[in-house]
């Protein structure tokens, strides 16, 4: 069971938009700074958001991100087919002298 | 051009040890904040641990799971990382990425394309 708990499952039409939740704890989230990640199938994860809300080069600004005590979420708009693959947030936890990860959310563009 | 290449992975009976290298280029690698990531097959992403550069002390942190198992080191004059893995368990079968983070405080995250540790008698 992650320390992160993101919902195993998203979905939304092309155009739509969508979030996807991270609940952590005030040895995780609320202390540090919360990254997401986009993997697909079979290849290695990118970065989409670092440090709450910052979108590296590359990224387009229909990936955006924010942090609220406890939680954070990614947000996307214009929602694309080519968007859809799993999604994990990470955060550093204090507690654990490590960082950890979210389950995942599997978005599906119907 | 950054490359991030790991390498090592293979088939190792439980119990048993394997050592993986990640062979970087294309930026300051002593400079760099550097980890590994693994995933179990079908599964999530999993913190392994990191090292940090020499000019940040050089520490090293790990996932509760690893401690005591697993050793990250590097080799800032071959550019290269380290995961050396001991005592096995089936659970510890995964891909496992190699991947950068911050080099001298700036955002530099790259991953390489992962290579995979299978467990199994």
């Known amino acids: 069971q992650s320390v992160l708990t993101q919902p195993p499952s998203a979905s939304g039409t092309p155009g739509q938009r969508v979030t996807i939740s991270c609940s952590g704890s005030s040895s995780n989230i609320r202390s540090n700074y919360v990254y997401w990640y986009q993997q697909f199938p079979g290849t290695a994860p990118k970065l989409l958001i670092y440090k709450n809300n910052e979108r590296p080069s590359g990224v387009p600004d229909r990936f955006s991100g924010s942090k609220s005590g406890t939680s954070a979420s990614l947000a996307i708009s214009g929602l694309r087919s080519e968007d859809e693959a799993d999604y994990y947030c990470a955060v550093w936890d204090d507690s654990l002298s490590g960082r950890v990860f979210g389950g995942g959310t599997k978005l599906t563009v119907l | 051009e950054v490359q991030v290449v790991e390498s090592g992975g293979g088939l190792v009976k439980p119990g048993g040890s394997l050592r993986l290298s990640c062979v970087t280029s294309?930026?300051?690698?002593?400079?760099?904040?550097v980890r590994w990531v693994r995933q179990a097959p079908g599964r999530g992403l999993e913190w392994v641990g990191r090292?940090?550069?020499?000019?940040?002390?050089?520490?090293?942190d790990y996932a509760a799971p690893m401690k005591g198992r697993f050793t990250i080191s590097r080799d800032d004059s071959k550019n290269t990382l380290y995961l050396q893995m001991n005592s096995l368990q089936t659970e510890d079968t995964a891909i496992y990425y190699c991947t950068t983070s911050y080099v001298a405080g700036v955002l530099f995250d790259y991953w390489g394309q992962g290579t995979l540790v299978t467990v199994s008698s």
């Open positions: 090292i940090k550069p020499k000019t940040d002390g050089g520490r090293t």
């Open positions: 294309g930026f300051n690698f002593g400079n760099a904040w």
